[in-house]
């Protein structure tokens, strides 16, 4: 084999004075980085920086360092830049990447402040009093239709009121993750906790595993343009339906599942045949237009006896009339996810180079239904790299009814964003379907700490809606009065909807 | 030409820029009093009642309304004018005379009071629309009088409508209450239901037209408090077409009234709940029906509800309403006496006018205190017609608020 | 009843007028009729009387002059008022005994030290806030927000009793001392004794409800349990003492069983937070 040019990111350092010569780091490694002769023998070039040896190493002494190969500074010319060319050289191929756009584009989050009261209005104690969290996706009408109810009080006309939302303990669910790209075990667990937090979580488009079937009213079904696992029962299963047209890490382009990855559970449960690779097509391709996507929300109306039916689309520039003409199609809910959020795989090129910021997104897509009249007919899920109760909290400021979390999901599960899902040999149990490997994550275990991440980030909601002075969050959504920008320039203050700080 | 309010001192400082892209806070205190039965009640009162409440306002703005105090003209609509000078009045009286048989024009009854300065010219009109005018523009009478408030707010340099109800009046101004009321001969006048507002403004200046209560029609609405949920509600609002301008809760509380009672029919009991929703584990444990019919309000209004500390009164022709938010972070009392009830910020100012009450208690959060005048219908005024954007024009004169569309024809 | 008629005013009508009040002095006793007295003037006075010896004031015609009793330090002298007395009666206050024939505004006790206050009508919200010691007896009903973060520290224990019901909130962040709710002299029975909410926070002290409270009207940190033998030896001497003090017979308010809340634990979000 010809001598690649490319060398080993990561350097994996033993101290053998400590080791204990247990073989536990060769059996722990998913990319197989050790050989094993007397002692551990790494391959630095396999390395993912995944931690997983670090972790368990009974002695704890592994380390790994970067490469830390001098290459001629160039600021043009990237280490990565190099690197992507040499590799391409030597394979011709798509460099194929996962995880979120790890680029340094501005983070408009992390330029963003929240508000507090002093003295004119109180501040809340979130501890004792009441703090309101809940949240109803979905429709609503603009107003309420009121009949007396005969006692000389009212009741609602008939037929008048919310119908068919779903009511979230928490602005918070966890995003489509497909069974196939994730485990099993990652699924159950995701849907163990969806259920003891009250909110949702989403199968992703590889179908509904019947495990997952006592949870199904906190699953969000998803139906993609491979269409896999959609049937009616599993339309009349999940709590809400989501059409997937596009996600934020790679807009307008379709998905692979290789055969490898299709074992026999798989097959099933997206109804392919095992070994046959698992291709989403770039479009649905009975959507080529907008009226046709009114049709096929209204046929998974019909077929679901009228459960939400939600669209998730990538961020992209066009967002705002994109999201518009969802809303008037008739969906439930839009999904928008930004250009930060995750994948299990996808190319580089497109990971690094197509969307715009979750945080655009947001204020351009409220303001614009609120233009139009149409905000109360739809609720804003926000995703795309929302990394701390804070973004949530900002996403909502910003005018989202609910976030979604992926990557922080996966991190609570071990996950070290080591970037390497497409392999399919996460140490860590998440991104495969190696039962030596999926084993690794216990569901119980999954959903105990996804579980803590949800309440945790809810009580830090909680502790900022007090500092804000209002009980629920609803009087924080879209209340971009108590957002201040720092450093960010006038025209995308303006965007945003925010004044700067000071103002 | 534009209005600006800045060019004018005196009528509004011209430091202070009315049209305020900032949230204004402040403080205060607050009464409402009806007489049930339609008895009549001295303007004494209310200004006693807020003269015990002095403490909580910083002299930057008091003010009434007052209903049923002209018993001589009931069916005439009544302008309350503040002007700036002299020119101001020809130009808006034209525009009076131009759309009414103009019954009585004089000035505001008034007598110097110390400490009450750079009042504006104030006139009052009661006046009947023209019949042929109403009749070729095939419009109520109400989205008349609504019309020539705008036109006349928006279209005449210096001056302002102060209320423009029947049968009713606003008397407000910048000092404390008990000046304003003493300056506007308040103990002159007899109404079945009167409200009173004691301002404490913590980051403007007063002016006159600035002060509580704001009216439009024969709706007044005074308020006390803080609230927290201003951005998301002012943008819930803007969403309907409403202009907030003014920066001030009370615009923000006036508007929500307009759309919940007014534009969407909603009994002003269930008006209340959407303001001041019940919290989620209350409407848990309601029966189906009631939580069915609470759930859908909060879910709709959401946007529109209250949140942090406030007292509100809304007065209307027939009645008032008193609210405050839905943990109760703003002082009320309530109590009853006979056929009086009256509400507060603090039981002294009942206790004042009403020494021994039947009742004294303290309104639950979020639930309102109704009064109802017998014989009068609330008037929610279900033949206005117009758009929020008119009403925002009309209610507050704000450039922005009468250019945001073309509302003034 | 119609409202007060009132004389055509010769001026600006005024809640009160800046002068000090009519004083009328037996021996240790002092009449001050507080009629439209501002609260600076009346308060003044009242500290005057008292550096010279008063052991007995009488305040008649009070309507909502604020701060009565506020920071005084002096036992042995009694306040007695007649009317309402305004926001924050005995604010601060170490020592005073004080006697409302009326109702209490908002505030009254509030971070208060020692003393009584005994108030024959109503009380508002805040009531008790922070109080730190003595005792603060309510006949009927009180507001949102009553006896939240009393605590208690070596020999300060604080006591409140109220002989109506409650609203929500009701010792919110307890930390020490006992607060009692009778629910007897009500304004409306249809209500719960108590709002919800109730002891939110606590951690520290007791509550005695006299009757019952639903889990739903309770804070997450708290337990509910009916009130032994054990508990009535700290209940019945307060009981007895808050009947004496408003003339109901003692029997009559414990015939019926209480209910005590008491915190689960000392520290309660000791779990709730990680270090970074
Ligand atoms: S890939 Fe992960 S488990 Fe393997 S050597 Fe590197 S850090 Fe360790
Ligand atoms: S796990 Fe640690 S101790 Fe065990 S063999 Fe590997 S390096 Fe040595
Ligand atoms: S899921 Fe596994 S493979 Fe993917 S980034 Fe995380 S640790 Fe790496």
């Known amino acids: 084999m010809q001598q690649s040019f490319v060398q080993p990111e990561f350097r994996v350092k033993i101290d053998y004075d400590k080791c204990h010569k247990c073989g536990r780091c060769v059996q722990q490694c998913g990319w197989g980085v050790y050989d094993f002769n007397e002692r551990p023998v790494p391959h630095d070039e396999k390395c993912r920086a995944c931690h997983r040896c670090v972790t368990f190493c009974p002695a704890h002494c592994i380390t790994i360092e970067k490469n830390t190969l001098a290459f001629r500074d160039n600021d043009n010319w990237s280490t990565d830049a190099r690197k992507a060319v040499w590799k391409q050289a030597e394979t011709g191929g798509v460099l194929l990447t996962s995880m979120g756009n790890p680029k340094p584009y501005e983070r408009i989050f992390d330029k963003l402040l929240l508000d507090a009261c002093q003295v004119t209005n109180p501040s809340i104690d979130p501890l004792r009093e009441p703090m309101e969290l809940r949240t109803y996706l979905g429709r609503k009408p603009d107003n309420v239709e009121i009949v007396p109810d005969g006692n000389g009080g009212f009741k609602l006309a008939e037929g008048a009121g919310v119908h068919h939302n779903i009511k979230l303990d928490t602005p918070i669910i966890f995003s489509p993750m497909s069974y196939g790209s994730v485990s099993l075990n990652v699924h159950r667990s995701l849907a163990m906790a969806a259920e003891r937090c009250g909110i949702l979580m989403n199968t992703g488009e590889g179908g509904l595993h019947e495990d997952l079937y006592p949870y199904q009213d906190n699953v969000i079904v998803q139906v993609a343009s491979g269409r896999f696992g959609v049937s009616p029962e599993y339309l009349q299963r999940g709590a809400a339906i989501e059409i997937k047209i596009g996600q934020g890490a790679k807009p307008g382009i379709g998905g692979h599942l290789p055969g490898e990855k299709i074992d026999r559970e798989v097959s099933a449960t997206r109804m392919i045949p095992q070994g046959s690779d698992a291709i989403s097509p770039a479009p649905h391709h009975d959507i080529y237009s907008i009226e046709d996507l009114r049709q096929l929300i209204y046929a998974l109306k019909e077929a679901s006896g009228y459960k939400p039916v939600g669209v998730k689309i990538a961020a992209v520039h066009n967002v705002a009339a994109i999201a518009s003409g969802i809303v008037r199609a008739g969906a439930d809910y839009v999904y928008l996810d930004g250009f930060r959020g995750g994948t299990g795989a996808a190319p580089a090129v497109i990971r690094d180079h197509i969307g715009i910021p979750i945080e655009i997104a947001i204020a351009v897509v409220d303001q614009r239904l609120r233009e139009e009249g149409i905000r109360n007919q739809a609720s804003i899920i926000a995703a795309g790299s929302i990394r701390s109760s804070a973004d949530a909290a900002k996403a909502i400021a910003l005018g989202a009814d609910v976030v979604a979390i992926g990557t922080a999901a996966l991190l609570a599960l071990g996950c070290h964003l080591c970037q390497s899902c497409h392999t399919g040999k996460c140490s860590w149990g998440i991104t495969t379907q190696k039962p030596e490997l999926t084993r690794r994550i216990d569901p119980e275990w999954g959903a105990e700490r996804l579980t803590n991440l949800v309440h945790a980030w809810s009580h830090e909601l909680q502790e900022i809606l007090g500092a804000l002075g209002v009980n629920a969050v609803e009087s924080l959504r879209g209340s971009r009065e108590r957002l201040r920008a720092v450093g960010l320039d006038e025209q995308t203050c303006r965007i945003l909807g925010v004044k700067p700080a000071g103002l | ?409 | 009843m119609k409202p007060a008629s009132i004389a055509p005013p010769a001026g600006v009508i005024e809640g009160y007028r800046y002068v000090a009040p009519a004083v009328e002095c037996d021996g240790a006793t002092v009449r001050m009729d507080a009629q439209g007295v501002y609260f600076q003037q009346l308060n003044d006075a009242v500290r005057e009387e008292i550096a010279s010896g008063a052991k007995l004031i009488r305040l008649s015609n009070v309507n909502g002059q604020r701060y009565i009793g506020t920071g005084l330090r002096v036992s042995g002298v009694k306040i007695e008022v007649e009317g309402t007395a305004g926001n924050d009666l005995a604010m601060f206050s170490d020592g005073i005994e004080i006697e409302v024939f009326g109702n209490g505004q908002d505030g009254v006790g509030n971070t208060m030290s020692s003393g009584r206050i005994v108030v024959h009508g109503d009380a508002g919200d805040v009531l008790g806030y922070g109080m730190r010691g003595g005792s603060v007896y309510i006949r009927g009903d009180v507001g949102y927000r009553v006896g939240i973060h009393m605590k208690a520290f070596e020999k300060l224990v604080p006591v409140l009793v109220c002989g109506g019901k409650a609203r929500d909130f009701f010792g919110e962040y307890m930390a020490g001392g006992m607060l009692v709710l009778l629910g007897i002299n009500a304004r409306d029975d249809s209500q719960p004794i108590a709002g919800g909410f109730l002891g939110a926070g606590m951690h520290g002290g007791v509550i005695y409800v006299r009757g019952s409270v639903e889990p739903w009207q309770c804070g997450a940190e708290v337990a509910i349990a009916t009130v032994g033998e054990e508990h009535m030896a700290e209940l019945r001497p307060v009981i007895e003492d808050y009947a004496k003090a408003m003339g109901m017979d003692a029997e009559d308010i414990l015939s019926q069983p209480f209910t005590r809340i008491a915190p689960m634990s000392h520290r309660p979000y000791a779990k709730l937070y990680a270090s970074m």
């Open chain 2, 1 to 409: 030409m534009p209005y600006d309010l800045n060019r004018y001192d005196g009528f509004a400082p011209a430091n202070f820029r009315e049209e305020s892209p900032f949230k204004i806070h402040g403080g205060c205190g607050l009464m409402g009093i009806c007489d049930e039965s339609g008895a009549l009640m001295s303007g004494e009162v209310p200004i006693l009642a807020m003269a015990v409440q002095r403490d909580r306002g910083n002299g930057l703005g008091g003010g009434f309304a007052g209903y049923g105090i002209y018993p001589a003209f009931p069916d005439h609509f009544c302008f309350h004018m503040m002007y700036h000078d002299l020119r101001a009045k020809e130009e808006a009286e034209a525009i009076l005379d131009r759309h009414f048989l103009i019954e009585v024009a004089e000035p505001m009854p008034t007598r110097p009071v110390k400490g009450i300065t750079g009042a504006p010219l104030l006139w009052r009109y009661f006046m009947t629309p023209h019949t042929h005018m109403l009749e070729e523009r095939d419009v109520s009478a109400e989205d008349y009088v609504v019309g020539v408030v705008m036109l006349v707010n928006s279209r005449v340099d210096g001056a302002f409508v102060a209320s423009s109800g029947k049968n009713m009046g606003a008397f407000k101004g910048v000092g404390y209450p008990e000046e304003i009321g003493h300056y506007f001969r308040l103990e002159e006048y007899e109404g079945h239901t009167w409200v009173g507002h004691n301002r404490f403004p913590t980051n403007t200046p007063g002016w006159w037209g600035g002060a509580h209560p704001f009216t439009l029609l024969d709706w007044s609405i005074v308020h006390n408090g803080e609230i927290s949920s201003y951005g998301i509600n002012s943008r819930y609002l803007e969403q309907f077409g409403y202009t907030c301008s003014l920066g001030t809760d009370t615009e923000v509380a006036a508007y929500l009234f307009d759309l919940l009672l007014r534009r969407h029919k909603l009994p002003v009991e269930l008006a209340c709940k959407a303001l001041a929703a019940p919290l989620w584990d209350e409407i848990d444990r309601m029966p189906a029906d009631a939580a069915a019919l609470m759930r859908s309000l909060r879910a709709v209004y959401g946007p529109g509800m209250l949140n942090g500390p406030f007292a509100i009164v809304l007065g209307f022709n027939g009645g008032m309403v008193a609210l405050n938010d839905r943990i109760k972070l703003r002082p009320l009392v309530a109590a009853r006496s006979g056929a009086v009830i009256m509400v507060a910020s603090e039981e002294s100012a009942i206790r004042t006018v009403l020494p021994a009450p039947d009742e004294v208690w303290t309104p639950k959060a979020g639930e309102p205190v109704i009064a109802r005048v017998a014989g009068m219908e609330p008037p929610f005024h279900s033949q206005l017609h117009a758009s929020p954007a008119e009403i925002s024009c009309a209610m507050t004169a704000v450039e922005a608020a009468c250019h945001a569309e073309e509302v003034v024809a």
